[in-house]
């Protein structure tokens, strides 16, 4: 099946916004009077905000009312946009750029696909809101991953099937997502964790898109 467009979750795929998380949330847990260790925040990977939330007040063993969960919730993300704000062109991870350029001169189409919020405020700052066909971002999705709604959307916005789109993702949601949406997907890091996607890379550094061909015949 031809490739006719590429699908990018943004955080660990594009740009690595994930110690900025770990970080806001870190800082957060410290707030509630508990530790929040890296180990602990492999379980946010690929989560939405407010189930991201549940997770860390559960490792704190702490509940809180709707309206405290809803403030701590801004005010992480008041602190992740900080630390967002300050990053430069040099935050995109190794290849990508590159990686784009190849698809741009071979015609196929470039598509976001993330649960970010912050995604447009974070492709202005590493300037290659230009690389993109299409932009779908948390803003315009309901359905959180594993539903295959922000790719199907993403599909959908560049004008092809879903067996025409390959989506790259390093969280095992979103990889599920892929599928369900009937998408060949591409796992960005540890095989063993990123089950069921019929390709995995290290990251885009050296990677082409004769090797995505291959890769996926």
């Not at 300050?86 to 990508?96: A, C, F, N, Q, R």
């Amino acid at each position: 099946m031809e490739i006719k467009a590429c699908l990018f979750d943004l955080d660990g795929v594009v740009v690595d916004t994930a110690k900025f998380h770990f970080l806001a949330w870190k800082r957060l847990g410290e707030e509630l009077g508990f530790d929040f260790t890296e180990e602990d925040n492999e379980r946010l990977k690929g989560v939405s905000r407010m189930r991201s939330l549940d997770i860390l007040l559960e490792i704190g063993g702490l509940t809180l009312t709707q309206e405290e969960k809803e403030a701590a919730a801004a005010k992480k993300n008041e602190w992740y946009v900080e630390f967002i704000t300050k990053m430069g062109t040099d935050e995109i991870l190794p290849g990508v750029k590159s990686f784009f350029d190849q698809l741009k001169a071979a015609g196929v189409k470039i598509a976001l696909g993330s649960a970010s919020k912050n995604a447009m405020m974070i492709l202005e700052r590493l300037e290659i809101v230009n690389y993109f066909d299409a932009i779908i971002d948390g803003t315009h999705v309901e359905k959180a991953k594993p539903d295959p709604e922000v790719f199907l959307k993403g599909a959908e916005a560049v004008g092809v099937q879903p067996g025409e789109a390959v989506v790259f993702e390093d969280a095992a949601a979103g990889v599920e997502a892929a599928l369900n949406g009937g998408m060949r997907a591409v796992g960005v890091g540890d095989p063993a964790v990123l089950k069921g996607a019929q390709m995995h890379i290290d990251g885009f550094e050296g990677f082409t898109l004769e090797k995505l061909r291959a890769g996926l015949e």
